[in-house]
């Protein structure tokens, strides 16, 4: 781990021009409280409206702020595992750029460091049509009776997570719905903590009734699969010579 702690906040955005102005003034309200070095890195996941443009320039005004531009829409396991791979931090935290969320509340997380190895929110009043309440308890309900995890709102978009057991996180299409599960499997500690919730600034959700209740089933079976299968193991004891060490003794 880094001697000196530092965090990297993930954005993945995708067709979000009407909140990113609004997402950029609050980020620019939570960076300078930031008890660690803070950085920001978007993840544009083939926005087609033109929030790329904007998101350039946010960039090279800025030298906070960082951005990666797939060259098609990937869906957001895909972005967050690109912003994980990007990112060189002690910390890596997520938040979605729709504004429903808020930065400053990344504040309470840091107290919970680096006794936790991850830091989940859990939206306690959610500003959600009723469609998506109700699919998202749901799949909650499923996920909790499937897996066990004991985590009450799994996507809630803030988290901040341990870098060293985010890099170890098996990746799938999907996995984004099982993040606290998976830093679990690695007996990592997970503590979920309130958070605000809003209505959408501007823009639609990208979700539908479907893909909001199909997906997290079927992802579910997935997970469990894997779970089975996941392979984990403790060195005891090591000697390893490497291949420099030996030429030198020649």
Excluded at 44 to 63: V, W
Excluded at 109 to 130: C, S, W
Aim: aromatic letters at 12%; glycine letters at 4%; charged letters at 25%.
């Amino acid at each position: 781990m880094k001697d000196k702690q530092t965090l990297t906040i993930i954005v993945p955005v995708y067709n979000e021009i009407e909140c990113l102005p609004h997402f950029y003034e609050s980020m620019e309200e939570f960076l300078p409280l930031s008890p660690m070095p803070t950085q920001v890195l978007f993840i544009d996941d083939g926005s087609s409206d033109g929030s790329l443009d904007m998101i350039s320039q946010i960039c090279r005004e800025n030298p906070l702020y960082s951005y990666l531009s797939f060259d098609k829409n990937y869906g957001l396991s895909t972005a967050i595992k690109a912003g994980i791979d990007q990112a060189d931090s002690t910390y890596i935290g997520y938040i979605d750029s729709d504004l429903q969320t808020s930065p400053m509340d990344f504040l309470r997380f840091f107290e919970y460091l680096p006794a936790f190895q991850m830091v989940n929110g859990i939206r306690a009043k959610r500003q959600d049509t009723l469609v998506k309440k109700v699919s998202s308890k749901v799949a909650n309900k499923f996920r909790r009776l499937m897996i066990n995890d004991g985590i009450q709102d799994t996507c809630c978009p803030l988290k901040i997570l341990n870098a060293e057991y985010a890099r170890r996180i098996p990746f799938f299409d999907g996995m984004h719905r099982f993040l606290p599960a998976l830093i679990q499997l690695q007996k990592g500690k997970v503590k979920q903590l309130p958070v605000q919730h809003f209505e959408r600034y501007a823009g639609t959700a990208k979700y539908h009734l479907f893909n909001r209740l199909w997906g997290p089933l079927n992802d579910t079976f997935a997970f469990r699969w894997m779970r089975k299968r996941y392979i984990s193991y403790q060195v005891a004891q090591q000697e390893i010579h490497k291949p420099q060490e030996h030429h030198e003794q020649v």
